[in-house]
């Protein structure tokens, strides 16, 4: 099967994820649509690693669900923060600061 | 390696700033005498200054040069010609008597915290308005003559904001707010300005690849400056416009009246008399000597703006209600004058406007401090409310005459031989210009005319019934000028045999000659 | 390359491979850890940080910290000093630990003036002069207890009891780290992972103000959120670059880009050929570096991630992190993708018009000293690009040297912010300043003088950072930009004169703020701006020389 | 000898200088030493003609250089005197006459506690003068020119607390500044042409200039004459110019300062002689300026202003002379001689008569003061037979002289000048016999007659300021102010005689001036006898209407033509509408155009990008979302912008 195939389905998700970000309102849900990009990513880095043969793509895969799990920590951190404050997660409902 | 000297004239008054600004808050009359003393030594260091340029010699004298910003191109070079010798001197001629005329206008109100020191910020910052107006004055080259050009604008922008006429139409919040919108208003005409100056600059560099005068001369001389007509003619106009802003000339001319009628007296006088005539100045050294293609190119505009300038200034001052507004049009008519003789590119003309840059400051300085004295008695700028104060006050009135006539240049005051040098140059190369111009001798006459009627002669009005005459410390600064107001008109080849020789150069950068008469008179 | 030798490729790393095959030996890698001692110092340092957070009693963690932070930022910085003066600037310049990290004259520059905004932002961080006194101790501009509800009993409890998050400096540390290998960075992933690794502290930093909460933790989402979708674009940009040359190693992709690469094996022949991927790539990796550096219209977090974030924190991200991203961003444009100038020059033309005019005109409406810096230093942003597209080595060491400016201008102009304080906490809101020159006449000097070289007036840094950038420009061809850049400094002077003249000249309001004392350390932090504000802007040549030798890449 | 020039000029200089810095301490002595330095400087003169009688007709001429004043380049303008015929004779009429109403004005003055500036202003005056008339290049003339322009305008408004004063001050100096236009055209005109703007150089090489230019800097030189000499068009200040003391209107707006027109035209004869279009100009203003003013004249009822008129038309004669090139150059000069001594005369009685009538003008409440006041009555009269020309007193030479020279002029302009000089002659005789009867003559209608003054508007300001209401006490003047009217009476008798014998005047002048003897078509007796005749006519005019029957104190209505003769031929009112009216609109709307249009487009733009600002301000509206569309947004832009580069 042709690897390209993955690409295209990692620029659908990515394209996925970026849509959920901009249309969600709930942190979680719009974090989780990031993670959805990133994963997106890997992915097109495998493929691309199977077309070249060579491991550097999966190299990367590996760092990024690292980078992913430590923005997991982080990310839930401020958003349950900002929930306990507000008792909502909305993003929209976080908008003192504009104009 | 000499003494410095042309350094040294401008590093005085700024310790002298330095040094006035330190003064603790109780200290204030220590402060005035400070600044008097440091603005007095620059004045002497100015006359060694004089005494040392020899009329006849190179181009440049005194010169000094050392590397500074070798990535810009950029060297800390100074050097005076006959221009900037007669500049510079009138400069430091000045400011003791600005300072002596705004001797009590900083003084700090009751309601004041007793922290905040006005006095010594005011006199500090006209000692450094004086270094950096001086500096530039010096400058040869291209660089460190914009950076003092731009950096001037800040003292000067605090002294026209932070120090307001106390004698102001309305509520202390009004005078205010009337007062930082001239001072706003004022920065960002000078600083738009200066920033299309920098892109032009900037052009400069890319082109010569130096910002030294010499060089460019040099390289001028040597053919190997490779200017393109169009790129020449942009950075004339770059150029051009900030001296247009300062100048100032029509239509960049509406700031003055605003800063010159809100500020307190003496800084109106700095800004007219001083500070302006760094642009026309500069038009003379800069774009005439950098760019004589694109000047010339440029002439006829620029002409029809200053016969603008010197006609809708004048018809301006004479529908102005307000003293001080009033002499602001005034000087814009006269910088028409100036800007007029510059391009006339004739040897009377610049002459001319040389020394029309010299007598303008004296002439203004005169009109507009006598008036200053005037104001603080009566507490208002507005003509309609005075009135026969030559009943109670006839040396005030005398005085206020004399400066009045020389605005409207009468022969035997200073303003009359450059004003004529200025027609007759012009005349010489444009006769029709010429003959537009001379009708500003009429307007003068009548709006200084009128405003002596109004405010000096008739009923003696029963607000300035009891106004006291001149004291000795307003004496002192009103008959030095008129002295040298009369010297000057009736002796001013002192001024000329130093003006000339730069002239000649001027004319060589553009090279010009004068146009010859039609029949050569029998001698 | 097929699936089946792919395969073959594992098993043959599993079974005992015959010798000579690749990867038959595994030959440890060099780590020149001489050359990375700058990092590792800072990273150690912020390791060290942890443990003491974990066993240093409570009350000696702030004295503790903050020494192991401080002797940690100078050490990095001797070190860089000494990497300079033995030449790795220069002569010596080189690629290290197996091509991640390059040694060279660019990132030793920029590293270095990292360090020292940071030490200045470690001062302000330190800073427990400026509020009140609570029940008996000392607080600084951080929560007492990041952790609780703002307004919570819990808080108070922690307020009482005294409670300080001194986790702020190992974060910061980590922070210092990843900026310092960002612009050091020499592969794609390290790019990326530098780039989290000062990221996701900054994220938490933001959060932990201790006035203004909710609006901290709302910056802190913000930022969160937006550069976690930025940094996925990012990533996404260098999945597409490796497709297209089959390696994230800047050298190698510059190679493929040049086209002067040898052995092209049939699969990089078929991904060379496809252009898309190479500019879509590009394209995504621009975005997320100008995300970082804040350029127009990737800048709509720095507005109210300035604002919310704790001045201090704001402070050293807007000087810190500006510096890095644009170290990284001239990397990358100048050894990565110098093939594509004539791709990637126009398209950023155009961003840094839209940033010069957009960050200036914004600017002009803003109410909150603290928005009106962030509009200021996107505008300036704007600016440091123009330099950025000169692409001439000239623009190199101009952006350096822009950058060297700015950043002090920056934190010393936030660290007098941090001084300006109402009973609310810091009275950011320009009303507030009214008069403050009446009141005490120092600050507002200290304070005109930053705004003046923000608006790049003569004999302040900013002019001279200013003329080189835009010379730079022009002779790089882009007299357009210096025109707008002219036109632009002109709309934002307008902002700055209008923050002196409430200051100078509108009478002081009645229930005005206090301006406090501050501590030693503020002091410093603000003199440090003074001092270098005015000496780059009068005696600038030494600098100069040092950006100049400095603006080579090594590749 | 020629050394003396300067100190000619010194003398008086030195005593404004001292007056005006002195202070009140010299109000004392002002006055004396006032009058001492008039006196000296007429003596130097008197020395000077001495020396200069001395020596042949040819080298005359005496040339004094103090120093360079204005050099650049080729212009070059020294501060230089020369005093040939012409200036002396001028130097002798200044000083004489200027040391006589020094004296008088002692008297005339004595109540004034501002007298010792009187007396500075006055020596001003004189050194001005002086110079004006001793310079030896057009532009220390020009410096000369504007200080008695000056000095007029100190004098004129000396009484600034009357606001008619001071805005007649004002108008005077304006109006001069208008023909200064004139004169400063004329002398860059010079410049350009000659390469410089000395009278040698100048006059000597002017045949060599183009015609064109040559006509060009005479009709300049002819404005700058119009406006000093209050010649039509520039006529108008001169009647406001009697606001100043009685003494001034003597000294400088009848005998010297407005006669520097005819002095500047004269003095650049040779220039008008090869440009003659100038000249027929010159002839055409002078000719319509003698019958305005005489008109003028007969209307006023303002004895100051009626003798004002009578010296407009008296300078228009001297014009048209002077227009007439070498055959009129020396009669315009001697006629300006005559008429300094009796146009003098008559203003120092008329002054004489104020003096005793509480500062009346309105010669409608004179009458019959011959008995009060003998001595100004005399003199009074002989200066009035002298201007209307009575046989053997000065005018009549002078001014026949003129007459015949008029008709010389040759061919049609030579009889319509010559008519208009006779026509002028009975005018004069008309209005001057006039005023004689109204003063002099007839009941005393200023008795119990302290009605409301009349609805003459020239005279209201007086009336308001000195008109006092009670009956006045005619009575003859101090020595001081009569002695003055004497000496200047025995001139204005004599001295036409004195000079017309022998063309004794014209040969004097003849080698600055060239002098050629008019030729008129019809015979000189014939023309002497029209004269005559013509003067009778008038005499018996006036008689018929002001001697016969009474005159009205409040003045009869009077026809179209006088009702407009009374408001200056309504030339004030043109000026009115059309200058002040016209200029107050233009200023107004510049300011409006200044502030609304040239600062309006500035703030403008200032506020749209303000606008723009709030606009995009909204943009940043706090939602992280919308945020992330920007990003989503650019990216897809910045994706596009590099594959459309690509692609083209």
Sequence with gaps: MNPVNYLYLAALLFTIGAAGVLIRRNAIVVFMCVELMLNACNLSLVAFSRMHGNLDGQIIAFFTMVVAAAEVVVGLAIIVSLFRARHTASVDDASLMKL | ?523 | MSATSVHTLWTSLAAAPPPGTPGATFDAPTIEYAQLAPILIVVGAAVLGVLAEAFVPRKGRYYVQLFIAVVAIAAAFAAIIGLATSGFATTKAQIVAEGAIAVDGPALFLQGTILLASLVAVFTFAERRLDPVSHGNRVDSFAADAAAVPGSAAEKAAVKAGFATTEVFPLAMFAVAGLLAFPAANDLLTLFIALEVFSLPLYLLCAVARRKRLMSQEAAVKYFLLGAFSSAFLLFGIALLYGYAGSVSYAKIADVVDGTVQQIDPALAGTMGNDALLLIGMAMILMGLLFKVGAVPFHMWTPDVYQGAPTPVTGFMAAATKVAAFGALLRLLYVVLPGLTWDWRPVLWGVAIVTMLGGAIVAITQTDIKRLLAYSSIAHGGFILAGVIAATPDGISSVLFYLLAYSFVTIGAFAVVTLVRDAGGEATHLSKWAGLGRRSPLVAAVFAVFLLAFAGIPLTSGFSGKFAVFKAAAEGGAGVLVVVGVLSSAIAAFFYIRVIVLMFFSEPKADGPTVAVPSVLTMAAIGVGVAVTLVLGVAPQYFLDLAGQAGTFVR | MENLIALLVAAPLLGAAVLLCGGRRLDRAGHWLGTLLAAASFGIGAVLFFDMVGKDAGDRALHQKLFSWVPVADFQADIAFQLDQLSMTFVLLITGVGTLIHVYSIGYMEHDERRRRFFGYLNLFLAAMLLLVVADNYLLLYFGWEGVGLASYLLIGFWQHKPSAATAAKKAFLVNRVGDIGLSIAIMLMFTTFGTFAFGPVLGAAEGASEGKLTAIGLMLLLAACGKSAQVPLQSWLGDAMEGPTPVSALIHAATMVTAGVYLIVRSGAIFNAAPDAQLVVTVVGAVTLLFGAIVGCAKDDIKKALAGSTMSQIGYMILAAGLGPIGYAFAIMHLVTHGFFKAGLFLGAGSVMHGMNDEVDMRKYGGLRKYMPVTFVTFGLGYLAIIGFPGLSGFFSKDKIIEAAFAAGGAQGWILGAATLLGAGLTAFYMTRVMLMTFFGEERWRNKATASPAEPDVEPAAQTHGSHSEPHPHESPKSMTIPMIVLAFGSVFAGGFFAIGDRFANWLAPVTRFEHPHPPISVPVITGATIVVLLLGVAAAYLQYGRKPVPVVAPRGSLLTRAARRDLLQDDFNHVVLVRGGEHLTRSLVYLDHSVVDGVVNGTAASVGGLSGRLRKLQNGYARSYAVSMFGGTAILIAATLLMRAV
């Design chain 2, 1 to 523: 390696m000499s003494f410095p000297l042309l350094t040294a004239t401008a590093v005085l008054p700024a310790a002298g700033a330095i040094l006035t600004a330190a003064v603790p808050a109780a200290r204030r009359t220590v402060a005035k005498w400070l600044a008097l003393l440091f603005s007095l030594g620059t004045l002497a260091l100015a006359a060694i200054v004089l005494v040392r340029f020899e009329p006849g010699g190179d181009r440049y004298q005194l010169t000094e040069s050392h590397s500074w910003i070798k990535d810009f191109g950029v060297r800390y070079e100074l050097g005076v010609d006959g221009i900037g010798v007669a500049l510079i001197a009138l400069t430091a001629l000045l400011i003791p008597f600005v300072i002596m005329a705004g001797w009590n206008d900083a003084d700090p109100l009751e309601t004041q915290s007793k922290r905040w020191r006005p006095t010594q910020g005011f006199f500090a910052l006209i000692l450094m308005v004086e270094a950096m107006v001086i500096l530039s004055f010096e400058a040869t080259d291209v660089f460190l003559f914009y950076i003092f050009f731009e950096a001037m604008l800040i003292p000067m922008y605090f002294l026209i904001g932070g120090f307001g006429d106390r004698a102001h139409a309305g509520t202390d919040e009004a005078a205010a707010t009337q007062r930082s919108y001239a001072a706003v208003k004022f920065l960002l005409y000078n600083l738009v300005g200066g920033l299309i100056m920098l892109a032009a600059v900037i052009g400069l560099y890319v082109v010569a690849g130096t910002f030294s005068l010499s060089e460019i001369a040099e390289m001028r001389a040597a053919g190997t400056l490779e200017m393109s007509t169009n790129v020449e003619r942009l950075l004339f106009l770059g150029f051009f416009f900030a001296f247009a802003v300062k100048a100032p000339l029509w239509p960049l001319h509406t700031w003055l009246p605003n800063a010159m009628g809100e500020a307190t007296t003496p800084v109106a006088v700095l800004i007219t008399a001083v500070v302006d005539k760094v642009g026309t100045f500069a038009m003379l050294r800069f774009c005439l000597q950098l760019f004589p293609e694109a000047s010339k190119w440029a002439t006829p505009v620029v002409l029809v703006l200053a016969l603008v300038s010197i006609v809708y200034g004048a018809l301006l001052a004479v529908g102005q209600r307000d003293i001080k507004r009033l002499i602001a049009y005034a000087s814009i008519s006269h910088f028409g004058f100036i800007i007029l003789g510059i391009f006339a590119m004739t040897s009377q003309g610049q002459s001319g406007a040389t020394l029309y840059m010299v007598n303008h400051g004296l002439s203004t300085a005169a009109l507009m401090l006598v008036a200053g004295f005037l104001i603080s008695r009566r507490g208002s700028r507005l003509i309609a409310d005075y009135g026969g104060v030559q009943k109670v006050a006839p040396l005030l009135a005398g005085t206020f005459l004399i400066g009045g006539l020389a605005t409207l240049s009468l022969p035997g005051l200073a303003p009359f031989v450059s004003e004529f040098l200025v027609l007759v140059g012009v005349f010489a190369a444009y006769p029709v210009v010429g003959i537009v111009a001379t009708t500003g001798i009429v307007l003068a006459a009548l709006y200084v005319l009128v405003l002596y009627q109004r405010t000096m002669t008739g009923p003696v009005k029963a607000e300035v019934s009891g106004m006291p005459d001149l004291k000795a410390r307003e004496l002192a600064v009103a008959v030095p000028l008129i002295v040298l107001l009369i010297g000057l008109g009736v002796y001013p080849k002192p001024l000329t045999d130093i003006v000339n020789p730069a002239i000649t150069h001027t004319m060589q950068d553009v090279n010009k000659q004068d146009p010859k008469p039609e029949v050569e008179a029998a001698k």
